[in-house]
């Protein structure tokens, strides 16, 4: 069993321990945090071990996972200094490219990039991954697996790793349901019935989609009749930027990634 460590005790850590506990397969887990409070509590949540020092918990790792800010990286792997053994490194710190985190550890560290959804607290989660050249399958397959272990999972090329970061985020659909059970609010509807009618707007509708074998469009036709509510609804949205707003946050959100990768 391979020791998996992770530097970074912070939500998406608490994330993925919530779904691995969900997994059949074990893992020997440790977290190291600069928060002993923090560590206290995803002992008594998850059953992970702990280490508050940082060169102890990176010591007792076959499996590196850098779970900090990405303004973060560079100063914990200074931190870290040079690894004297092979070591297989994941880090999920958006828009820091592989050749950055490779500089940082030297030679011996392996290293994938992986961007896992917080919505793998639920076993749902959707993770892509990048891995350096040469990774071995070996490599590839334990990181392919311990990803799977809590949802589905994608490799892409690095190159596309913030395109795809900005636009799969769970961020989306919360906002989406926030904005939307607020308008109607607004239209009359009470908080409860605003909020059951906007999610199934969003996540049943969608469900509908991935597990079905109708196109997208053909179920935007379907659910949009010309002359009703459902059309002049989207007229109305797109009318009033819609598009050009979706499109706005994206490229603010590729903008950040590139600014994480200058550092």
């Keep these: 069993m391979k020791p ?5 005790g912070g939500r998406i850590t608490s ?20 928060h002993l409070d923090k560590l206290r509590k995803l002992r008594r949540q998850y059953g992970a071990s702990i280490e508050t020092d940082l060169h102890k918990a990176v010591t007792q790792a076959d499996v590196l996972i850098i ?19 092979p070591l297989l490194a994941v880090s999920l710190a958006a828009g ?13 560290v392996r290293w994938t ?23 071995s399958l070996r490599d590839r397959k334990f990181v392919q697996e ?18 795809f970061t900005v636009t799969f985020s769970c961020s989306h659909g919360y906002h989406a349901l926030a904005t939307l059970s607020k308008a109607a609010q607004a239209a009359g ?26 196109s997208l469009e053909a179920l935007l036709e379907e659910a ?22 979706v499109r706005a946050g994206v490229q603010a959100g590729l903008a950040r990634g590139r600014a994480n990768a200058r550092g």
């Design 224 to 245: 949009a009749t010309p002359g009703g509510t459902a059309a002049a609804t989207m007229a109305g949205q797109n009318l009033a930027g819609y598009g050009r707003a």
């Design 113 to 135: 990039r992986a961007m896992p959804s917080p919505v793998c607290r639920s076993g749902r989660g959707l993770t892509a991954l990048a891995f350096s050249k040469g990774m």
């Design 146 to 163: 311990f990803f799977a272990s809590f949802g589905q999972v994608v490799e892409i090329p690095e190159s596309k790793f913030d395109a």
């Design 189 to 214: 509807l009470d908080r409860k019935s605003a909020l059951m009618a906007a999610a199934h707007a969003l996540a049943d509708g969608i469900t509908a989609w991935r597990d079905g074998e109708e």
């Design 96 to 108: 820091v490219p592989l050749r950055v985190l490779q500089r940082g550890l030297g030679a011996p």
């Design 15 to 34: 994330a993925m321990l919530a779904g691995l506990r969900l997994d059949k397969r074990k893992h020997r887990l440790v977290v190291h945090d600069r």
């Design 67 to 85: 779970a900090v800010r990405p303004t973060s990286v560079r100063k914990l792997l200074q931190a870290i200094g040079k690894v004297p053994r």
């Design 4 to 8: 998996v460590v992770f530097l970074g």
